[in-house]
């Protein structure tokens, strides 16, 4: 029993420790046996073993992104989630696709537009309106080899397959003693889009935090868009990639290039000594736009999009906290039970003697997100606010 539990997170804990494994000596590498595929890309395995990388090193991350900055191609965030799937399906035959409207009307955001013809039905299958059901079908397929990817047309319809992302997707690798893995991939849009009402304005990652054995990134632009996605598909664990509605149309220049992105690394958005503040997915955008009026005001804010929701990359985390002694945590989520209390808890327990000043969290309201868009708005962390809580940190 004892190592049964051992590899039961097979590598996933609620936090990192503070040097995320991710900078271990050697890059986890998995073989899979490959197909040249049939016509439509899903004929049967001649046995070709092609090793691939679960995680990128951050030096092979930070020299992708240089190149990007001479060459490559730009794409809007939901084309380079399309064109990483496509990649991925090519190079591997056991990835599939699975959800509602995914097939030939190609995804509720054309996140899978055109994949249906070039993959097949069977690898892009379309589903009934039963997230419980096709969620666990995945599960299946993956404890069965295959590395599917299921969307949800809205991350609140996950709720409904609650029990399986909890009860299957997180456990099953322990409670079968290390037997199964379940390489899965859970995606979809979430968080608050212009006037979408309060079912469709989830923000599920505080719901999800706490399962065991699951994985959770947030994408926020076109490049680690694609990044995360290749690395959530070639990795081992179930993994749950949170996309935000409001993004999908940005546009960046991603390299020609190969690359992928570590899943247990935050990014370092804009280095700085005054402040550190914390946050991901939309609200780097809100960040950022406060960052420009601090700079202004004389504040040198350094600001990191931490990206692996869970586990936490305390190593970068620390070292700012180490330099700034100031922390301020921004989120969409909700307040209360958010990502945003998981990390201060975090940072009290691993850094608490480098704080000068309390850590503010600025988090959405506890309440359903309204229709009017003036309330939406109130509901959320706007900019003005982010800069009164630097300007009060900092005092």
């Known amino acids: 029993m004892a190592a049964a539990a051992s590899s039961a997170l097979h590598g996933v804990g609620a936090v990192a420790s503070a040097k995320p494994r991710s900078a271990a000596p050697a890059v986890a590498r998995r073989s899979v046996r490959v197909a040249a595929a049939a016509k439509g890309g899903a004929g049967p395995a001649r046995g070709r073993l092609v090793a691939r990388n679960a995680v990128a090193a951050k030096a092979d991350e930070a020299t992708a992104a240089a190149g990007s900055k001479s060459g490559g191609h730009e794409l809007l965030l939901f084309e380079a989630l399309r064109e990483a799937l496509i990649e991925e399906m090519n190079l591997d035959p056991t990835v599939c696709v699975m959800g509602e409207d995914v097939g030939h009307y190609g995804g509720s955001y054309k996140v899978t537009k055109g994949l249906a013809e070039m993959f097949g039905d069977l690898r892009v299958l379309d589903t009934p ?167 202004n005001k004389g ?39 958010g990502i945003g209390a998981s990390l201060r808890s975090a940072i009290i327990d691993n850094f608490w003697d480098y704080l000068d000043a309390p850590i503010m969290c600025l988090s959405s309201q506890d309440v359903p997100t309204p229709y009017a868009s003036t309330l939406e708005d109130a509901t959320v962390v706007q900019p003005a606010q982010i800069v009164a809580a630097v300007e009060q940190i900092c005092q």
Do not use: W
């Open 299 to 337: 504040y040198d804010p350094e600001v990191i999009d931490i990206r692996s929701l869970k586990p936490f990359d305390l190593h970068t985390i620390g070292n700012s906290i180490k330099k700034t002694h100031r922390v301020l945590i921004v989120e969409e989520c909700m307040r209360t039970g």
């Open 129 to 295: 309106i039963a997230e419980n059901s096709f969620t666990g079908m995945g599960v299946g397929a993956a404890m069965k080899g295959l590395r599917p990817v299921v969307e949800g047309m809205n991350m609140g319809f996950l709720l409904l397959a609650y029990n399986q992302i909890s009860n299957n997707c997180g456990m099953l690798h322990y409670t079968s003693g290390g037997q199964f893995k379940i390489p899965i991939v859970i995606r979809g849009p979430g968080g608050v889009g212009r006037q979408l009402g309060a079912e469709h304005s989830q923000r599920l990652e505080s719901y999800f935090q706490s399962i065991p054995g699951l994985q959770m990134v947030a994408c926020s632009t076109p490049y680690n868009a694609k990044g995360l996605m290749k690395a959530a598909i070639r990795s081992e664990n179930p993994v749950v990639l949170f996309e935000h509605v409001l993004l999908y149309n940005l546009k960046e220049k991603i390299p020609d290039e190969e690359y992928i992105c570590c899943l247990e690394e935050a990014e370092m958005v804009r280095p700085g000594e005054h402040v550190t503040i914390l946050t991901y997915s939309r609200m780097r955008y809100h960040v950022m736009q406060a960052a420009k009026t601090l700079v």
